[in-house]
């Protein structure tokens, strides 16, 4: 069951479409674009009980204040994965969705969300306003684009490869600067690293040993360290792969 709802200002709790706004306008704003939110906890959940098919109201979905949640795809015994994060809007599924392929919709919370419920009454009240509207579609652009990245990086042959770039392309989001490289704290196990790469499990596992024994990545759990530059990990496979392949 969902857990009790509360209230907010949505330009006090997404500073980045507050900055779409005039000081004047901003204040207006302000007291007219509130929505309620609530939390999700860490573990699996079905998206459909947080989110409402879509009937034709003009809700905007659901967009993501904190936390990271794993998106999930499940088509036969496979599983895609997508992280999402602050900033990111989840749409409610599809009633009216006639794919030939069935699918089956998944969330997986890694780090605890707070969520704003942007329904239709909500898309009512900010009308006057489209730049919230505007700026919520330039960020779904973005995560479209972020998705055909992660395809780019699943094309890739060889496995370490992929994971090197995969890790990277987090990093860039939620990685922070250490002494000698990025330290990414997410809960990655080697299953959900699998499915955001397209692997089995236990050849990620080998892959990854492979990249501790290079002393490109290590770590485990909650905390991935990428040591160096994505230049030289780039140099680095690129330099092993010519061994294996026998090159001199």
Known sequence: MRPPTSYCYL???DADLAQEFDLRMRVVARQVATAVVFEIPVGEHVPSDWLEPDTGGGGLGLLVLDGVIAVEVHVEDRTATELVGAGDL???PDSARDDLLEHVDGWHVL?????AVLDAAFAERVRPWPQIALALL???????TDLDVQRAIACQPRLEVRLTLMLWHLAARWGRVEMGGIRLSLPLTHRMLGQL????RPSVSHALARLAQAELVTGRGNEWHLHGTLEDHLAALAERGHHEAGVT
């Open 138 to 144: 330039r960020r779904a652009g973005k995560r479209a």
């Open 90 to 92: 989840l749409q409610p």
């Open 11 to 13: 330009l006090d709790a």
């Open 111 to 115: 780090v605890p969300a707070r969520v």
């Open 197 to 200: 790469v397209g692997a089995e």
